[in-house]
Protein backbone atom coordinates (compact mmCIF):
# COMPACT_ATOMS: atom_id res chain seq x y z
CA UNK A 1 0.00 0.00 0.00
CA UNK A 2 2.52 2.41 0.92
CA UNK A 3 4.50 1.62 -2.68
CA UNK A 4 1.04 2.27 -4.19
CA UNK A 5 1.14 5.51 -2.14
CA UNK A 6 4.67 6.53 -2.99
CA UNK A 7 3.84 6.35 -7.16
CA UNK A 8 0.64 8.04 -6.95
CA UNK A 9 2.16 10.89 -5.27
CA UNK A 10 5.09 10.68 -7.45
CA UNK A 11 2.68 10.56 -10.41
CA UNK A 12 0.53 13.40 -8.77
CA UNK A 13 3.77 15.86 -8.21
CA UNK A 14 5.10 14.71 -11.97
CA UNK A 15 1.77 16.39 -12.89
CA UNK A 16 2.15 19.89 -11.48
CA UNK A 17 5.21 19.98 -12.48
CA UNK A 18 4.48 19.44 -16.12
CA UNK A 19 1.63 21.93 -15.53
CA UNK A 20 4.45 24.51 -13.97
CA UNK A 21 6.71 23.73 -16.68
CA UNK A 22 3.63 24.42 -18.92
CA UNK A 23 2.44 27.74 -17.48
CA UNK A 24 6.19 28.95 -17.04
CA UNK A 25 6.72 28.83 -21.03
CA UNK A 26 3.65 30.45 -21.89
CA UNK A 27 3.61 33.01 -19.38
CA UNK A 28 6.53 35.57 -21.56
CA UNK A 29 4.29 34.44 -24.18
CA UNK A 30 1.48 36.08 -23.02
CA UNK A 31 3.39 38.85 -21.51
CA UNK A 32 5.05 39.50 -24.78
CA UNK A 33 1.80 39.58 -26.30
CA UNK A 34 0.25 41.98 -24.01
CA UNK A 35 3.33 44.40 -23.91
CA UNK A 36 3.17 44.33 -27.58
CA UNK A 37 -0.60 45.30 -27.42
CA UNK A 38 0.28 47.91 -24.12
CA UNK A 39 2.57 49.89 -26.38
CA UNK A 40 0.32 49.84 -29.67
CA UNK A 41 -2.00 51.63 -27.27
CA UNK A 42 0.29 54.12 -26.26
CA UNK A 43 1.69 54.86 -29.71
CA UNK A 44 -1.97 55.13 -30.56
CA UNK A 45 -3.24 58.07 -27.51
CA UNK A 46 0.28 59.72 -27.76
CA UNK A 47 -0.27 60.11 -31.90
CA UNK A 48 -3.80 61.40 -31.48
CA UNK A 49 -2.44 63.83 -28.26
CA UNK A 50 -0.03 65.11 -30.31
CA UNK A 51 -2.39 66.12 -33.20
CA UNK A 52 -5.13 67.51 -30.65
CA UNK A 53 -2.32 70.04 -29.67
CA UNK A 54 -1.48 71.66 -33.09
CA UNK A 55 -5.70 72.19 -33.85
CA UNK A 56 -5.37 74.68 -36.06
CA UNK A 57 -2.49 72.49 -38.70
CA UNK A 58 -4.65 69.33 -37.84
CA UNK A 59 -7.83 70.59 -38.99
CA UNK A 60 -6.13 71.89 -41.77
CA UNK A 61 -5.29 68.63 -43.17
CA UNK A 62 -8.16 67.21 -42.53
CA UNK A 63 -10.48 69.94 -44.00
CA UNK A 64 -8.27 69.01 -47.34
CA UNK A 65 -8.63 65.28 -46.83
CA UNK A 66 -12.54 65.63 -46.57
CA UNK A 67 -12.86 67.76 -49.31
CA UNK A 68 -10.48 65.71 -51.65
CA UNK A 69 -12.44 62.65 -50.74
CA UNK A 70 -16.26 64.35 -50.40
CA UNK A 71 -15.94 65.20 -54.00
CA UNK A 72 -16.24 61.85 -56.15
CA UNK A 73 -17.96 59.81 -53.04
CA UNK A 74 -20.97 62.75 -54.23
CA UNK A 75 -20.69 62.42 -57.55
CA UNK A 76 -21.24 58.92 -57.22
CA UNK A 77 -23.78 59.37 -54.83
CA UNK A 78 -25.54 61.82 -57.67
CA UNK A 79 -24.80 59.19 -60.48
CA UNK A 80 -26.39 56.18 -58.41
CA UNK A 81 -29.38 58.24 -58.07
CA UNK A 82 -29.47 59.01 -61.67
CA UNK A 83 -29.25 55.67 -62.68
CA UNK A 84 -31.93 54.56 -60.66
CA UNK A 85 -34.67 56.90 -62.52
CA UNK A 86 -33.38 55.59 -65.63
CA UNK A 87 -33.51 52.05 -64.79
CA UNK A 88 -37.07 53.07 -63.47
CA UNK A 89 -38.32 54.40 -66.63
CA UNK A 90 -36.77 51.41 -68.65
CA UNK A 91 -38.42 49.36 -66.92
CA UNK A 92 -41.62 50.84 -67.83
CA UNK A 93 -40.91 51.71 -71.02
CA UNK A 94 -43.63 49.98 -73.65
CA UNK A 95 -43.92 49.57 -77.42
CA UNK A 96 -46.26 51.02 -79.52
CA UNK A 97 -48.04 48.66 -82.00
CA UNK A 98 -50.07 51.21 -84.27
CA UNK A 99 -52.61 48.54 -86.15
CA UNK A 100 -53.09 49.27 -89.57
CA UNK A 101 -56.88 50.83 -90.74
CA UNK A 102 -58.48 47.55 -92.38
CA UNK A 103 -57.70 45.66 -89.15
CA UNK A 104 -61.37 45.40 -87.27
CA UNK A 105 -61.60 45.29 -83.55
CA UNK A 106 -61.93 41.27 -83.43
CA UNK A 107 -58.88 41.17 -85.58
CA UNK A 108 -56.78 43.55 -83.29
CA UNK A 109 -58.15 41.15 -80.05
CA UNK A 110 -56.58 37.67 -81.95
CA UNK A 111 -53.40 40.30 -82.47
CA UNK A 112 -52.82 40.69 -79.03
CA UNK A 113 -53.21 36.98 -78.15
CA UNK A 114 -51.09 35.91 -80.90
CA UNK A 115 -48.41 39.28 -79.34
CA UNK A 116 -48.93 38.05 -75.70
CA UNK A 117 -48.02 34.62 -76.90
CA UNK A 118 -44.13 35.34 -77.44
CA UNK A 119 -41.41 35.14 -75.31
CA UNK A 120 -40.10 38.45 -75.21
CA UNK A 121 -43.57 39.67 -74.03
CA UNK A 122 -44.59 40.34 -70.67
CA UNK A 123 -48.13 41.91 -71.16
CA UNK A 124 -50.22 43.58 -73.92
CA UNK A 125 -52.92 45.93 -73.45
CA UNK A 126 -55.34 46.87 -76.18
CA UNK A 127 -56.60 50.30 -77.27
CA UNK A 128 -60.09 50.10 -78.77
CA UNK A 129 -59.98 53.57 -81.43
CA UNK A 130 -63.59 54.26 -80.27
CA UNK A 131 -62.19 54.27 -76.55
CA UNK A 132 -58.71 56.55 -77.60
CA UNK A 133 -61.07 58.78 -79.81
CA UNK A 134 -63.23 59.15 -76.59
CA UNK A 135 -60.21 60.13 -74.63
CA UNK A 136 -58.77 62.20 -76.86
CA UNK A 137 -61.84 64.32 -77.60
CA UNK A 138 -62.51 64.62 -73.31
CA UNK A 139 -58.76 65.63 -72.57
CA UNK A 140 -57.80 67.81 -76.11
CA UNK A 141 -61.17 70.00 -75.84
CA UNK A 142 -61.75 69.47 -79.49
CA UNK A 143 -64.91 67.75 -79.46
CA UNK A 144 -66.29 70.16 -81.66
CA UNK A 145 -63.58 70.22 -83.93
CA UNK A 146 -64.03 66.31 -83.80
CA UNK A 147 -67.47 66.39 -84.68
CA UNK A 148 -66.91 67.99 -88.46
CA UNK A 149 -64.76 64.62 -89.02
CA UNK A 150 -66.31 61.51 -91.37
CA UNK A 151 -64.70 59.06 -89.22
CA UNK A 152 -62.23 57.88 -86.33
CA UNK A 153 -58.79 58.57 -87.95
CA UNK A 154 -56.89 56.52 -85.01
CA UNK A 155 -56.66 53.24 -85.31
CA UNK A 156 -56.65 50.46 -83.18
CA UNK A 157 -53.34 50.42 -80.52
CA UNK A 158 -51.65 47.67 -78.64
CA UNK A 159 -48.95 48.51 -76.00
CA UNK A 160 -46.53 45.88 -75.24
CA UNK A 161 -45.01 45.53 -71.76
CA UNK A 162 -41.42 43.50 -72.72
CA UNK A 163 -39.95 41.28 -70.08
CA UNK A 164 -37.08 42.16 -68.41
CA UNK A 165 -34.74 40.69 -70.70
CA UNK A 166 -35.51 42.33 -73.60
CA UNK A 167 -35.80 45.95 -72.67
CA UNK A 168 -32.69 47.37 -73.80
CA UNK A 169 -29.82 46.36 -76.43
CA UNK A 170 -29.87 43.69 -79.16
CA UNK A 171 -32.90 42.17 -77.36
CA UNK A 172 -34.81 45.22 -77.60
CA UNK A 173 -34.14 45.35 -81.17
CA UNK A 174 -34.71 41.95 -82.29
CA UNK A 175 -38.51 42.35 -80.77
CA UNK A 176 -38.70 45.40 -82.55
CA UNK A 177 -38.26 43.83 -85.55
CA UNK A 178 -39.69 40.82 -85.09
CA UNK A 179 -43.18 43.28 -84.00
CA UNK A 180 -42.74 45.19 -87.47
CA UNK A 181 -42.61 41.82 -89.48
CA UNK A 182 -46.21 40.98 -87.46
CA UNK A 183 -49.24 40.74 -90.11
CA UNK A 184 -51.59 43.49 -89.61
CA UNK A 185 -49.03 46.25 -88.08
CA UNK A 186 -48.71 49.50 -89.33
CA UNK A 187 -45.99 50.95 -87.44
CA UNK A 188 -44.02 50.21 -84.40
CA UNK A 189 -43.06 52.94 -81.96
CA UNK A 190 -40.58 52.92 -79.27
CA UNK A 191 -39.08 55.84 -77.25
CA UNK A 192 -35.73 53.87 -75.88
CA UNK A 193 -33.24 56.03 -77.65
CA UNK A 194 -32.68 59.31 -75.41
CA UNK A 195 -33.20 56.51 -72.40
CA UNK A 196 -29.72 54.77 -74.33
CA UNK A 197 -28.23 57.82 -74.64
CA UNK A 198 -29.02 58.55 -71.29
CA UNK A 199 -27.11 55.39 -70.20
CA UNK A 200 -24.04 56.21 -72.45
CA UNK A 201 -23.66 59.78 -70.65
CA UNK A 202 -24.19 58.21 -67.21
CA UNK A 203 -21.37 55.45 -68.14
CA UNK A 204 -19.09 57.88 -69.69
CA UNK A 205 -19.85 60.06 -66.44
CA UNK A 206 -19.08 57.29 -63.84
CA UNK A 207 -15.58 56.41 -65.72
CA UNK A 208 -14.56 60.01 -65.32
CA UNK A 209 -15.89 59.95 -61.22
CA UNK A 210 -13.71 56.83 -61.15
CA UNK A 211 -10.59 58.94 -62.83
CA UNK A 212 -11.17 61.92 -60.46
CA UNK A 213 -11.93 59.46 -57.83
CA UNK A 214 -8.08 58.43 -58.10
CA UNK A 215 -6.57 61.53 -58.32
CA UNK A 216 -7.99 62.65 -55.77
CA UNK A 217 -6.62 59.39 -53.66
CA UNK A 218 -3.54 60.56 -54.64
CA UNK A 219 -2.94 63.73 -54.12
CA UNK A 220 -4.62 63.11 -50.50
CA UNK A 221 -1.84 60.44 -49.76
CA UNK A 222 0.72 62.78 -51.04
CA UNK A 223 -0.90 65.32 -49.03
CA UNK A 224 -0.34 62.84 -45.66
CA UNK A 225 3.05 61.78 -46.88
CA UNK A 226 4.20 65.36 -47.26
CA UNK A 227 2.36 65.95 -43.75
CA UNK A 228 4.16 62.93 -42.06
CA UNK A 229 7.75 63.81 -43.50
CA UNK A 230 7.72 67.29 -41.54
CA UNK A 231 6.61 65.32 -38.70
CA UNK A 232 9.50 63.44 -38.79
CA UNK A 233 11.83 65.88 -39.57
CA UNK A 234 10.41 67.99 -36.25
CA UNK A 235 11.39 64.71 -34.24
CA UNK A 236 14.71 64.06 -35.66
CA UNK A 237 16.22 64.03 -32.11
CA UNK A 238 13.93 61.42 -30.95
CA UNK A 239 14.79 59.11 -33.93
CA UNK A 240 18.26 59.58 -33.33
CA UNK A 241 18.15 58.21 -29.64
CA UNK A 242 15.86 55.77 -30.02
CA UNK A 243 18.02 54.41 -33.09
CA UNK A 244 21.16 55.13 -30.55
CA UNK A 245 19.24 52.91 -27.86
CA UNK A 246 18.75 50.26 -30.42
CA UNK A 247 14.76 50.93 -31.42
CA UNK A 248 13.84 49.02 -34.57
CA UNK A 249 12.08 50.20 -37.12
CA UNK A 250 9.25 49.20 -36.71
CA UNK A 251 9.96 50.62 -33.59
CA UNK A 252 10.20 54.06 -35.12
CA UNK A 253 7.96 54.12 -37.26
CA UNK A 254 5.07 53.12 -35.49
CA UNK A 255 4.15 56.17 -33.78
CA UNK A 256 4.05 58.33 -37.53
CA UNK A 257 1.91 55.29 -39.17
CA UNK A 258 -0.59 56.37 -36.07
CA UNK A 259 -0.47 59.42 -36.81
CA UNK A 260 -1.47 58.56 -40.48
CA UNK A 261 -4.34 56.61 -39.37
CA UNK A 262 -5.26 59.66 -37.07
CA UNK A 263 -5.29 62.02 -40.30
CA UNK A 264 -7.40 59.48 -42.57
CA UNK A 265 -10.06 58.92 -40.08
CA UNK A 266 -10.33 62.85 -39.07
CA UNK A 267 -10.32 63.07 -42.54
CA UNK A 268 -13.23 60.70 -43.39
CA UNK A 269 -15.43 62.19 -40.39
CA UNK A 270 -15.25 65.23 -42.31
CA UNK A 271 -16.00 63.81 -45.12
CA UNK A 272 -18.94 62.16 -43.98
CA UNK A 273 -20.20 65.67 -42.51
CA UNK A 274 -19.74 67.65 -46.19
CA UNK A 275 -21.68 64.75 -47.67
CA UNK A 276 -24.80 65.15 -45.34
CA UNK A 277 -24.61 69.20 -45.67
CA UNK A 278 -24.42 68.77 -49.05
CA UNK A 279 -27.41 66.36 -49.50
CA UNK A 280 -29.40 68.66 -46.32
CA UNK A 281 -29.02 72.02 -48.33
CA UNK A 282 -29.71 70.24 -52.02
CA UNK A 283 -32.59 68.03 -51.04
CA UNK A 284 -35.39 70.67 -50.69
CA UNK A 285 -34.86 72.35 -54.38
CA UNK A 286 -33.96 68.68 -55.73
CA UNK A 287 -37.63 67.57 -54.43
CA UNK A 288 -39.47 70.79 -55.80
CA UNK A 289 -37.46 70.54 -59.11
CA UNK A 290 -38.97 66.33 -59.13
CA UNK A 291 -42.22 67.33 -58.24
CA UNK A 292 -42.32 69.82 -61.09
CA UNK A 293 -41.57 67.39 -63.74
CA UNK A 294 -43.43 64.48 -61.76
CA UNK A 295 -39.99 62.77 -61.71
CA UNK A 296 -39.47 59.96 -58.32
CA UNK A 297 -35.98 61.81 -58.45
CA UNK A 298 -34.07 61.93 -55.57
CA UNK A 299 -30.82 62.59 -53.90
CA UNK A 300 -29.73 59.43 -51.57
CA UNK A 301 -27.19 59.95 -49.01
CA UNK A 302 -24.89 56.92 -47.87
CA UNK A 303 -26.14 54.21 -46.46
CA UNK A 304 -24.33 52.34 -42.94
CA UNK A 305 -22.56 50.10 -45.67
CA UNK A 306 -21.19 52.65 -47.50
CA UNK A 307 -19.99 55.26 -44.69
CA UNK A 308 -17.72 52.34 -42.81
CA UNK A 309 -16.48 52.09 -46.22
CA UNK A 310 -15.60 55.74 -46.38
CA UNK A 311 -14.48 56.14 -43.00
CA UNK A 312 -11.81 52.85 -43.99
CA UNK A 313 -11.03 54.14 -47.23
CA UNK A 314 -9.91 57.31 -45.25
CA UNK A 315 -7.83 55.65 -43.03
CA UNK A 316 -6.39 53.05 -45.13
CA UNK A 317 -5.43 56.12 -47.86
CA UNK A 318 -3.58 57.84 -44.07
CA UNK A 319 -2.00 55.45 -43.47
CA UNK A 320 -1.12 54.25 -47.14
CA UNK A 321 0.38 57.91 -46.86
CA UNK A 322 2.03 57.66 -43.72
CA UNK A 323 4.25 54.45 -44.79
CA UNK A 324 5.10 56.24 -48.29
CA UNK A 325 6.50 59.01 -46.35
CA UNK A 326 8.37 56.65 -43.22
CA UNK A 327 9.78 54.29 -45.75
CA UNK A 328 11.72 56.95 -48.07
CA UNK A 329 12.41 59.68 -44.76
CA UNK A 330 13.54 57.42 -42.28
CA UNK A 331 16.37 55.37 -43.97
CA UNK A 332 17.90 59.21 -44.28
CA UNK A 333 18.21 59.28 -40.49
CA UNK A 334 20.69 57.35 -38.89
CA UNK A 335 22.96 57.78 -36.28
CA UNK A 336 26.13 59.13 -37.13
Not at 26 to 37: D, M, W
Not at 210 to 230: H, K, P, Q, S
Not at 289 to 317: K, T
Amino acid sequence: MSNRRQSSDRSGSSRSAVRRGANRSGAPIRQAVESYLSHHRKVARDSGRRLLQVPVASLMTWTVMGVALALPVGLMLLLASLQGVSAGWESAARVTLYLADEVSLEDARGLRLEVAGREQVAEVELIDKNAALEEFRASSGLSEALDYLEGNPLPHTLLVTPVETSRSGAAMQKMLTALEETRGVARVQVDLGWLQRLSAITDLLGRGVWALAILLAVAVILVIGNTIRLAIESRRDEILVARLVGGTDAFVRRPFLYTGVWFGLGGGIVAFVLLQLTLWWLSGPVERLAGLYRSNFSLDGLSLEGSFLLLLSAVVFGWLGAWLAVKRHLDAIEPG
